[in-house]
Structure formats: C-alpha cells, structure tokens
C-alpha cells in the first residue's frame, strides 16, 4: 500500500501485480500530465486490480487506459 499526503501523478505506468492500492489527496493520471517527463500511457493490465482513495481530487486524462479483465475504482477518502 503506498501512503501519499500531497498530490499523486501517474505517468508512463503499467500495473502488472495482482493488487494496487493507492492513498493520497489529489490524482492525476494520464499519457502527458507533465512536461518534465517523457509522455506515455498509464495501463492497468487484465488480472490487475488497481483502487485509489482520494481525498481531494481525482484526474483521469488521455491515456489512462484500463484493459478488459482489469478492475479500476476511485474511493472517497476515509482519514
């Protein structure tokens, strides 16, 4: 689990592992969020099982992808 109290980018990412579960204020996810990096596609793989609780906001861009077979849920934050 991956505990995070400031604002939480996923870029150039592909979920492999069975489970993920992400704790932070504020997402952003996509292919080109942020200019000091290289672009590329966020993919959450079939089989993988991908959940973010978020207390703030939650930013879903081009190129979040998540393949058929994959789970991928958003959760208001509990703390």
Excluded at 19 to 29: E, G, K, L, T
Aim: net charge negative; charged share 20%; aromatic share 12%.
């Amino acid at each position: 689990m991956k505990r995070l109290s400031f604002l939480f980018f996923i870029l150039s990412f592909v979920a492999l592992n069975k489970s993920q579960y992400v704790i932070a204020n504020d997402v952003v996810a996509g292919n080109h969020i942020d200019s000091n990096r290289t672009p590329g596609d966020v993919t959450i793989k079939s089989g993988v099982e991908y959940e973010i609780e978020a207390s703030g906001t939650v930013r879903l861009e081009d190129g979040f992808i998540v393949e058929k077979g994959a789970t991928f849920a958003v959760y208001p934050a509990s703390f």
